[in-house]
Every structure is written in structure tokens, then in C-alpha cells.
């Protein structure tokens, strides 16, 4: 069955950067891409970006843009969020998901918060 | 951006009554919108993509309709384990979710 699993919980600081990981099974990896969205506390969903499993090109959201990376690995078939220059309003959680057109399998989430 | 917008905010419903979730997008989506069920502490859960077509494993109360701007979500008879935020998403165009509609128990 397919499964995405990410890593632990994260808390940083502000500035600091922070890098999330969601390992996948249960289909071939670079045969569908990787979104991911957060969920701030209380809040709704926000697309932050999306990468190709097979060739790597992503897209990110404009308010994102020169803070976040998405890159994969296909060697163990996990892809990974790098967000940079953390502020107190990317306190969420972070879910990575399979596009599918549309997302039809997302991973358990991650929540980073961030704190002095 | 495209915007989504979900009505109502809240739902207040028993057991067994109908549920009529809407979601009203601010340009064209065509027929690219997606409903998903969220509960506390968890992940969302697909239930119908394409505006109509219900996910793999999803029941049969669950059903979509609409297109252009215009959709809606139709539990037929709730079901204790519906009581969740629902979520509309287009991905016509960069993707955006609506703010969602809350079903909780009257």
C-alpha cells in the first residue's frame, strides 16, 4: 500500500533553517511527483510547491520563493523540503503528498515550530 | 491566484441528516476541483477528484458535483465518523484550497 512517511518533529529558532523528509513506498517513486503543504496552527491548507520525482523540476509558491528547496532522492525514494529563514509565521505542519492529479496519498505531517 | 470560497463555515447536523457542502471558485476551474476530508491531529483524506469522482475506498454517501465555478459536496446520510472540516482544492490553475466547511454534530 502506499505510504509516506515523514520525519520528526522540529523546533527552531528564528533565522535558523529547517529540513523535512518523507520517505515513500508502495508505488515507483519517479513515476509521480511530490507536493507539499502546511497547515499552520487552527488554520487552513497552504500549497507550498511541487517536484517531479523523475526529472526533479519543481514549482514553488511565490511567497516562498528564494526560502524553500525541494529536492529527491530517488536512490531511496525520498524527497525532501528545506525551508530557510524560518520566521515565527512558519510555525505549521508540513505534509508531503503524492501528485497525482490530484493529491491522493499525504504523509502523517511534520510540525515545525519556531521559537525564540 | 484563484480563490475558493466554502459555504457554510459551519455545519450543524445530526446523524443520519443530509449534508450540503459549497464551494465557489473566483474564475473558471473547469471540472479540476477536489473535496477532502480532514479530521483532528490527522492528515487530509481524498474523497473526490475531478469534481465528481470519488476516491478509491470512499463510500458511496459521498458524491461531487459542478463545474465552471460552481461545486458541491453531498454526504447523503452522515455517518458518526463525517463529523470533519471538508476542503475544496482546484488545481487548475496554482493550486489553492478553499478555508473549509466544519460538519459537527447538532
Redesign the interface.
Known sequence: QVQLVQSGAEVKKPGASVKVSCKASGYTFTSYGISWVRQAPGQGLEWMGWISAYNGNTNYAQKLQGRVTMTTDTSTSTAYMELRSLRSDDTAVYYCAREGSPVDYWGQGTLVTVSS | EIVLTQSPATLSLSPGERATLSCRASQSVSSYL?W?QQKPGQ????LI??ASNR??GIPARFSGSGSGTDFTLTISSLEPEDFAVY?C?Q?SN???????TKVDIK
Request: net charge positive; charged share 15%.
Open positions: 477536489a477532502y492528515a487530509p483524506r481524498l477528484y475531478d476516491a478509491t476542503y482544492q488545481r496554482w493550486p489553492t484550497f478553499g478555508p473549509g
